[in-house]
């Protein structure tokens, strides 16, 4: 079944459950899926999917943060709620010793030296780590690595 698939499913189990809420994010998720593949042109496989996916759990983590800031617990608890549902349609995550060893091992395939080729180092890590890890925080990993290696 394709993550797109499994969504939809999804969303009519959520409607026959009438859980508003989980229906609610599910239908902001599809319409960002949606906006995206009419926007392109094109139909987005599993691996698109997951980074639109990524690129919404980032905003919420960022608004968590300024929610909780201002001292909003009903929307940061919101929010929460949003991320987590979302969060469940990513593959699991790597650990932090899997991505330090992705990291060095995209360092020697690129042949890296300095901080001035962590995009390379980036743009190999990329399509294997999307969705899978925080890519700030690969991006931290392999800028320690390129500048104590420097």
């Not at 319409?31 to 905003?59: C, N, P």
């Not at 932090?96 to 300095?114: F, K, L, N």
């Not at 890890?133 to 392999?142: K, P, Q, T, W």
């Amino acid at each position: 079944m394709t993550l797109k698939t499994r969504i939809n499913e999804d969303v009519k189990a959520a409607m026959r459950a009438r859980d508003a809420k989980t229906l609610s994010t599910l239908r902001l998720l599809l319409a960002a899926i949606k906006q995206r593949e009419v926007d392109e042109r094109i139909t987005l496989d599993d691996d698109a999917i997951v980074a639109v996916i990524g690129k919404m759990l980032k905003q919420r983590r960022d608004s968590i943060t300024q929610y909780a800031a201002a001292g909003r617990k009903d929307l940061a608890d919101a929010e929460q709620f949003e991320s987590e549902l979302l969060g469940a349609y990513l593959p699991a995550s790597l650990s932090t010793e899997e991505i330090v060893e992705a990291v060095a091992q995209a360092i020697a395939e690129t042949g890296a030296a300095s901080p001035a080729d962590m995009g390379k180092v980036m743009a190999q890590l990329r399509p294997g780590l999307a969705g899978r890890a925080d890519m700030s925080e690969v991006s931290r990993l392999v800028k320690m690595r390129l500048v104590a290696g420097a």
